[in-house]
Nanobody
Framework: VQLQASGGGLVQAGGSLRLSCAAS????????IGWFRQAPGKRREGVSC????????YYADSVKGRFTVSTDHAKNTVYLQMNSLKPEDTAVYYC????????????????WGQGTQVTVSS
């Protein structure tokens, strides 16, 4: 059972990136996939979550309206489309079966991917 995050990179402010979270060893028909990020010297922050069976979503206020989470069941992959990126979005992004909802994280400890670096230059 594994999750592999990819798609990070260096982008200018205002640009876009799409992160992928590929699941292996289990299907994405049920449960949740959450996205988290951690910037240097800061605590881990919950960014988004999708309920895989209901397709309901959660977004942190800091990314609402800019980020979109979605699922491609055929590819067993969850995506995080990030638009209008800001320098403060710079962080290592992780996907997990744990799900952030506000200040609470449900489904811990969960399965975690290895992280992908997103750097937004000003």
């Amino acid at each position: 059972v594994q999750l592999q995050a990819s798609g990070g990179g260096l982008v200018q402010a205002g640009g876009s990136l799409r992160l992928s979270c590929a699941a292996s060893g289990f299907g994405l028909g049920a449960g949740t996939i959450g996205w988290f990020r951690q910037a240097p010297g800061k605590r881990r922050e919950g960014v988004s979550c999708i309920n895989l069976s209901e397709a309901t979503t959660y977004y942190a206020d800091s990314v609402k309206g800019r980020f979109t989470v979605s699922t491609d069941h055929a590819k067993n992959t969850v995506y995080l489309q990030m638009n209008s990126l800001k320098p403060e979005d710079t962080a290592v992004y992780y996907c997990s079966t744990a799900c952030p909802i506000g200040t609470v994280v449900v489904g811990t400890p969960g399965v975690w991917g290895q992280g992908t670096q997103v750097t937004v230059s000003s």
